[in-house]
């Protein structure tokens, strides 16, 4: 199915763009090393003339990855080994990933992993051209991308500041718009790890404050990120997230909350609190049905549910896609917006995957064009957008959509 999703609104940095490309496009790259740590886990490093020695006990010497592929019998079987390592796909889902700690486990390594691949800094301005041919060529006009913003590096190990991620996501998005009309850009939610001390997110408050005044189209809020049921609640930061406000200062966010499983936990409280510090979405939301009052302010206040059906499933928040929360929102009318969250790490790729869960899954029997329609245009309509870009998008997306409709209508004659 190809349809015409409109906006994709909960994705994350560096899982958007298919793993083949990092293995057969980027490994292949000149002065790539890699090493393996304790865990058999890869990291890897571009650097020229010699990598830094690596810290004694966290991983084996550097090995230039051409040399190591020289010295193979089979690269292909390496190169899948090496894939395998960037996806969760696998054979055997249940008996690879036992619980959800399992899969959250093989998840975050993932993010480590790559991690020295795409902050190389011609990799990083790769990565975001190619991501977004990806998602284009999936029909989607625009997208808003959770970031953490990481140093990237060049070969000679200078490091560069998250001033200069902003700058260079706006620049390749600028870049990939002169070449495709019909789409629309991105922008940016800077996103830190729910894991971290209270200083540090009060710091990365500031950041995120600093980069939104540098540059307030690019840069649409803030979002804390990780697995809610083991990181630490929305209320734990409440000092650190307080902090704009007490400066008088208007940062939005965009806050992942209640993607857990649990009810009457700190984690499902999340959603309390991302209705009390404003949040302009919920991400995941899946505790919200469990929050009868909380639901119905969040609804009062049209606060839209970023729903990522795949994502749902491969994580282990819901077995069958028909017991879904959301279709239960779905069905009251609760707004909702589908995304694909970090489809190259599920081993699916772009939004139409998860469109298609969500129309089959969730939508239910009585799921047609209108619900497509609906779900594309609350994309458009809750996304970051400013009011001149919303109409321009919407605009665009429904000439799209009857082209899309002649086309149905073409292929049925
Ligand atoms: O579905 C999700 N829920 C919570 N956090 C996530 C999800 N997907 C990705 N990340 C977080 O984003 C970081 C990469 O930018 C990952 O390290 C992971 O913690």
């Not at 992993?113 to 625009?142: M, N």
């Not at 990939?176 to 729910?194: A, T, W």
């Not at 069905?331 to 970090?342: C, E, H, I, M, R």
């Amino acid at each position: 199915m190809c349809t015409q999703p409109g906006a994709a609104l909960h994705l994350h940095d560096f899982g958007i763009l298919n793993m083949d490309w990092l293995v057969k496009n980027v490994t292949y790259r000149p002065h790539c090393h890699f090493c393996v740590t304790p865990n058999g886990t890869f990291n890897f490093i571009f650097a020229h003339p010699d990598p830094p020695t690596p810290v004694p006990g966290k991983c084996s010497q550097w090995i230039l990855l051409a040399d190591h592929r020289r010295g193979l019998q089979n690269v292909t079987e390496f190169d899948h080994r090496l894939l395998q390592a960037f996806t969760l796909v696998t054979e055997d889902p249940e008996g690879t990933y036992k619980d959800q700690d399992a899969v959250w486990s093989k998840f975050e390594t993932i993010f480590l992993t790559i991690s020295g691949l795409v902050h190389y800094a011609p990799v990083f301005k790769d990565y975001v051209l190619q991501a977004l041919l990806e998602l284009h060529q999936d029909r989607v006009l625009y997208l808003e991308l959770r970031a953490m913003l990481f140093p990237v590096y060049e070969l000679d190990g200078s490091l560069h500041d998250r001033k200069w991620s902003v700058r260079t996501y706006k620049e390749m998005a600028c870049q990939f718009m002169e070449q495709h009309p019909d789409f629309l850009g991105l922008k940016i939610i800077y996103s830190d790890h729910r894991f971290r001390s209270t200083s540090l997110v009060a710091q990365s408050v500031q950041a995120a404050m600093e980069l939104r005044a540098s540059f307030p189209r690019t840069v649409a809020g803030f979002d804390l990120v990780g697995r809610e049921d083991t990181g630490r609640s929305l209320y734990y930061y409440r000092e650190a997230l307080g902090i704009p406000a007490s400066h008088g200062f208007p940062l939005p966010y965009f806050f992942h909350a209640g993607e857990t499983n649990w009810q009457g936990s700190p984690v499902d409280r999340n959603l309390l609190d991302a209705l009390i510090l404003n949040s302009t979405r919920i991400g995941h939301g899946f505790a919200l049905t469990k929050h009868p009052a909380v639901w119905a302010d969040l609804w009062k206040k049209g606060i839209p549910i970023e729903v990522c059906p795949i994502s749902n499933q491969v994580l282990k928040l819901v077995a069958d896609l028909r017991n879904h929360p959301a279709a239960v929102l779905m069905a009251t009318g609760y707004p909702l917006v589908v995304s694909s969250d970090d489809p190259a790490v599920f081993g699916a790729s772009g939004l139409s995957y998860d469109f298609y869960e969500a129309f089959m899954g969730i939508g239910g029997l009585e799921a047609d064009l209108r619900t497509l329609k609906q779900l594309a245009i609350n994309s458009i309509k809750y996304s970051a957008l400013l009011p001149g870009e919303r109409k321009a998008a919407l605009h665009l997306w429904e000439q799209s959509w009857d082209t899309f409709i002649a086309e149905l209508a073409g292929t049925s004659d």
